[in-house]
């Protein structure tokens, strides 16, 4: 399996709506959410548009990040720096920001206690910057509850269930098999709309197309894929 990165629909939108956001001028709203169940491919799509833009920095939300954990984690980024107050981190933070401006993508946001969601909202104010806040449709609650942050938020993308189109691209590009539209169709569902269980199914698929020799990949042989994730047998009742 080659290590590919596919540009699926929703990469697509996600990298539309930061540009949109980014762009928006200083004093204007620009909070952005991002927001899909897990494996639907939101931390790739992000990492992707850091590598491919220089202004942007990628943040990852630590399980109980303190308000001082996350705007040192967030000043590291941006200068190296781990200033360990949280007034002198944040101070830090809004003057290089300032000075150069930045897209701050946040994942992992559904793990931020809603006073970090506030030092950020601080930061976005008194500098423009615009901020989006990637996770789990959690986040989508936690940040209309707060209507002073929700009115910021200008853009909102849903990271969807895999399409059958990415199934297939993925099949060619990453293992150079050819899937038939049935067979697509067939391992979208059995994905359960998850990019990491494509994944997983995509290796098992790829050994059992090595070992019948064949390069087209029927619905026959998807069907007859081997479960490797299987629920508990329910014990026998004892006597
Ligand atoms: N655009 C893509 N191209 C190729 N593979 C992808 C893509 N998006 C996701 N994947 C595959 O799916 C896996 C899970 O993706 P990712 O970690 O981005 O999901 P996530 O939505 O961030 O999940 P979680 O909510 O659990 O953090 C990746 O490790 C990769 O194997
Ligand atoms: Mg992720």
Not at 52 to 58: F, K, M, W
Not at 121 to 150: C, F, K, N, Q
Request: aromatic share 6%.
């Amino acid at each position: 399996m080659k290590n590919v990165f596919i540009e699926t629909s929703r990469v697509m939108e996600f990298r539309e709506a930061v540009s949109v956001v980014a762009d928006t001028r200083k004093g204007q709203p620009g909070l952005m959410l991002a927001w899909g169940l897990a494996g639907r491919g939101k931390t790739m799509a992000a990492k992707e548009y850091t590598v491919q833009s220089e202004a942007a920095i990628y943040v990852r939300v630590h399980e109980n990040w303190t308000p001082r954990a996350m705007l040192s984690g967030i000043c590291r980024e941006i200068n190296g720096m781990q200033p360990s107050r949280v007034e002198l981190a944040k101070q830090i933070i809004i003057e290089e920001l300032d000075r150069s401006p930045r897209v701050i993508l946040i994942d992992e946001a559904d793990r931020l206690m809603i006073g970090n969601i506030e030092h950020l909202r601080d930061i976005h104010d008194e500098t423009g910057t615009p901020i989006v806040l990637i996770g789990e449709p959690s986040i989508y609650g936690r940040v209309t509850a707060r209507r002073r942050i929700y009115e910021r938020v200008t853009r909102v993308v849903e990271f969807g269930a895999v399409k059958t189109e990415d199934v297939v691209i993925f099949g060619m590009k990453a293992c150079d098999l050819k899937i038939a539209p049935d067979a697509a169709i067939a391992l979208a569902k059995n994905c359960e709309g998850s990019f990491r269980l494509l994944y997983h199914i995509m290796i098992e698929l790829e050994r059992s197309a090595r070992a019948n020799k064949v390069k087209d990949i029927t619905l026959e042989l998807v069907e007859n894929l081997p479960n490797r994730r299987i629920a508990p047998t329910p014990e026998k009742e004892r006597r």
